[in-house]
């Protein structure tokens, strides 16, 4: 079992940034990809970023150039720095990790951006 504890979010207006920390723990040693998936009113959850342990890193297109995630092996956490915000990306944010190909998530974190 993995258990994710983020933090950051918030209320934000357009063009501004925002953090996201995501804390890790549990069968730790086992964590493959960690990142982050949005869920929008009335929309499907869908992928923002993800980070494999090697560092290897995939963005949606909607947010290249805008956020950039990170991680850190020795403490468990992956964050996302995300910059020049939009309306569109108001969404429930959510953590997730990837561990002997089953997912695990967070509580999710609301992102509003106000235009």
């Known amino acids: 079992q993995v258990q994710l504890v983020e933090s950051g979010g918030g209320l934000v207006q357009a063009g501004g940034s925002l953090r996201l920390s995501c804390a890790a723990s549990?069968?730790?040693?086992?964590?493959?990809?960690m990142g982050w998936f949005r869920q929008g009113s009335g929309k499907t959850r869908e992928l923002v970023a993800h980070i494999t342990s090697g560092g290897w890193i995939t963005y949606a297109d909607s947010v290249k150039g805008r956020f950039t995630i990170s991680r850190d092996n020795a403490k468990n956490t992956v964050s996302l720095q995300m910059a020049s915000l939009k309306p569109e990306d108001t969404a429930v944010y959510y953590c997730?990790?990837?561990?002997?190909?089953?997912?695990?998530w967070g509580q999710g974190t609301q992102v509003t951006v106000s235009s």
């Open positions: 549990g069968s730790i040693f086992s964590i493959n990809v």
């Open positions: 997730a990790a990837n561990s002997a190909g089953q997912y695990y």
